[in-house]
């Protein structure tokens, strides 16, 4: 994913942080909250390495 493709999100993360916070969460609570969407971010990142080495590979054997 490239920069230009991260910073098009910028926005709404930044509004869905605020939201988080004004909803009453509790500091302690926030682990829970955020780890499946830094689980998410973990499993595109890889995807996307996966992808692009597959892409690499079948261009190389083409």
Same mark, same amino acid.
């Given at each position: 994913?490239?920069? $230009? $493709?991260? *910073?098009?999100? +910028?926005?709404?993360? /930044?509004?869905? &942080?605020? =939201? =988080?916070? @004004?909803? @009453?969460?509790? +500091?302690? !609570? /926030?682990?829970?909250?955020?780890?499946? %969407? %830094? &689980? =998410?971010?973990?499993?595109?990142?890889? *995807?996307?390495?996966? %992808?692009? !080495? *597959?892409?690499? +590979?079948? @261009?190389? &054997? &083409?």
């Amino acid at each position: 994913m490239s920069v $230009n $493709n991260i *910073l098009q999100y +910028e926005s709404t993360i /930044w509004a869905t &942080a605020d =939201l =988080l916070r @004004g909803s @009453g969460i509790k +500091e302690s !609570e /926030w682990p829970s909250c955020m780890m499946p %969407f %830094f &689980a =998410l971010v973990m499993i595109e990142s890889r *995807l996307v390495r996966m %992808f692009d !080495e *597959l892409k690499a +590979e079948i @261009g190389e &054997a &083409a």
